[in-house]
């Protein structure tokens, strides 16, 4: 898998639009700490690989803004 560890978005499968932290690897998948779990000491899922895509941390801001305020994200024509 070319993701290097870090921040995540899932894209498929149960998970799918949730940001985590990929820590590790686990089988086929990867060990995702998802967003609002102690990180690295909650619970974590196993995600397949194909379902991740790394998030820069710079972006981390717009999306939770546009999750938590999806109208006026819409409004302002960030997609």
């Excluded at 978005?9 to 799918?16: L, Q, S």
């Excluded at 990180?39 to 790394?54: A, C, K």
Aim: proline content about 5%; cysteine-free.
């Amino acid at each position: 898998m070319s993701i290097p560890y870090g921040l995540v978005r899932v894209t498929g499968g149960e998970h799918a639009g949730k940001l985590g932290y990929y820590d590790n690897e686990e089988g086929d998948g990867a060990v995702v700490y998802l967003e609002g779990a102690e990180l690295l000491s909650g619970d974590y899922v196993i995600v397949p690989f194909p379902h991740l895509e790394q998030v820069e941390l710079t972006s981390l801001g717009v999306e939770r803004f546009k999750r938590e305020h999806p109208a006026l994200a819409k409004a302002a024509g960030i997609e």
